[in-house]
């Protein structure tokens, strides 16, 4: 299938590690331009370093903390000074930490809420007046099947799920209009360095180890293994490109059947 994304370009958060690294490797493979961002600028180089290698991409990174006010418009800004216009947005920087509902902190919450939900709030904001100059654009959001059936272990990761949700259908219906399609992946448990820590506080709150509670997960997903990070990542760049037509304000399951609800 053709894709149409040379040339593309795309911004990528969270792009030196895991699913967002994933995700610029098979944008890049299909020839999109990107600029990937994130806090470790020596993480951020090697991907860079990689994807120049690997598929002569060219490739700018943005060492930042989504976290702070203002990291949405720096981003945007970084985008447009190197490639003067923005095509796609992958919204892939998150973490929460998990644990039992009664031991878990304010900050914590905090924290879940400010880097993922409003990372993504952040980038989104600020690139929208680009994308409605352009009339076009697609974001994809990396979201995660806690937001539809909570994990009670790891309730402020599927709080943020879900209020991600809510702004990915929203924000279809909002800039629809415009040419900008918002759609989201919500992958099941998937190896990367971020499962491997839920997995251990988890596994804490569970009194288990987490080999023991990776098994568990297995036993519940249909096809008997984890999702391995480029399996989310083709999905991310169909849903990034125009072969996905007019699937707009969707949330696509890439979970190997593991989400039981019909919605
Ligand atoms: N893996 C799974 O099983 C799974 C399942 C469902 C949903 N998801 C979601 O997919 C997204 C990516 O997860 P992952 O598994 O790929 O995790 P990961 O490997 O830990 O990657 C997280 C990314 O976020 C970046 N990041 C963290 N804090 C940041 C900050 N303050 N400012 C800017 N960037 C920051 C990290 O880079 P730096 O540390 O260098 O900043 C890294 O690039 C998350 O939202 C996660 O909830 C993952």
Redesign the pocket.
């Known amino acids: 299938m053709e894709l149409n994304l040379k040339d593309k370009i795309a911004i990528v958060?969270?792009?030196?590690?895991?699913?967002?690294?994933?995700s610029a490797e098979a944008l890049a493979k299909e020839g999109a331009k990107l600029l990937l961002?994130?806090?470790?600028?020596t993480?951020?180089n090697s991907v860079k370093t990689e994807l120049q290698e690997n598929y002569g991409a060219d490739v700018g990174v943005l060492?930042?903390?989504?976290?702070?006010d203002g990291?949405g418009e720096k981003i945007v800004e970084a985008a447009l000074e190197k490639f003067k216009r923005i095509d796609v947005i992958i919204?892939?920087?998150?973490?929460?930490r998990g644990g039992l509902f009664w031991e878990i902190d304010d900050q914590t919450w905090r924290d879940a809420f400010?880097?993922?939900f409003m990372?993504a709030v952040r980038l989104i904001r600020a690139a929208i007046p680009q994308l409605r100059t352009q009339k076009s654009g697609r974001i994809v959001n990396?979201?995660?099947?806690?937001g539809r059936e909570p994990a009670n272990r790891a309730l402020p990761?599927s709080a943020?799920?879900a209020a991600f949700m809510a702004i990915n259908k929203g924000l279809s219906q909002e800039l629809g209009p415009d040419g900008i399609f918002v759609n989201a992946?919500?992958?099941?448990?998937?190896?990367?360095?971020?499962?491997m820590?839920?997995f251990e506080d988890m596994a804490k709150a569970n009194n288990t180890t987490p080999e023991n509670l990776e098994n568990d997960f297995r036993a519940r997903i249909p096809i008997g293994r984890?999702?391995e990070?480029d399996e989310?990542a083709r999905i991310v760049a169909f849903l990034a490109s125009e072969a996905s037509g007019n699937v707009n304000g969707t949330v696509l399951a890439v979970?190997g059947g593991m989400t039981r609800g019909l919605f």
């Open positions: 958060s969270g792009g030196n590690k895991g699913l967002g690294a994933a961002t994130a806090r470790n600028e993480d951020l060492p930042l903390d989504i976290t702070e990291a919204n892939a920087a998150g973490a929460a400010e880097l993922k990372g990396i979201i995660g099947m806690f990761a943020v799920n992946v919500d992958p099941g448990p998937t190896r990367s360095e971020r499962i820590r839920l984890l999702g990070v989310v979970d």
